[in-house]
């Protein structure tokens, strides 16, 4: 959906870093990895270390989970 919308010209998404699976899934996306932050987590309560992608969207473009 957002992919669709002419507003949107970048998506972001974090996973935590010893997750591969979630990193796999956001480079198979065509997602680019920026690098590591630090974001609060509500389970934790505390800031944990994630690591930062991004997908440059341009014009509308089709996503497809595969």
Excluded at 6 to 16: N, Q, V, Y
Excluded at 25 to 49: N, T, Y
């Amino acid at each position: 959906w957002v992919a669709r919308q002419t507003i949107f010209t970048t998506l972001e998404s974090d996973a935590h870093p010893v997750n591969p699976a979630s990193l796999h899934l956001l480079e198979k996306l065509g997602f680019v990895p920026k690098g590591a932050v630090q974001r609060f987590s509500l389970a934790q309560q505390d800031r944990i270390p994630l690591m930062s992608f991004h997908k440059s969207l341009g014009a509308p473009t089709h996503l497809a989970v595969a």
